[in-house]
């Protein structure tokens, strides 16, 4: 998977499209990932004793990771990645504006 913890992402599909966010947490034997604000999810819980009270608790639930694109900052756009070799190490660019991401 070419998507990285940290990077920014935008939504090209799917109920939250266009919205950005930071990836939080990559599944990559799912091929899904968290971001954050979008695929926000509740999960109600029933209350335990006599005196607590039941939650609403929100989530941001896992996203399928083809359903995104990494957003490139320099040339504001969603874009694919690349990958260039400087030497022995290699470094992600974007294919539009070849800036390493």
Known sequence: MKIK???T???ISGKDRGKKGK???IFSEKNRIVIE???KLY???KQRKG???GERVEFNAPLSAS???IFCLKCKKPTRIGIKLEGKKKT???QKCDNVI
């Open 5 to 7: 913890k940290d990077d």
């Open 9 to 11: 992402v935008i939504v």
């Open 23 to 25: 990836v939080l947490q």
């Open 37 to 39: 604000g979008v695929n």
């Open 43 to 45: 999960k109600h819980l």
């Open 51 to 53: 005196k607590e009270k």
């Open 67 to 69: 359903n995104v694109m």
């Open 92 to 94: 992600r660019v974007c």
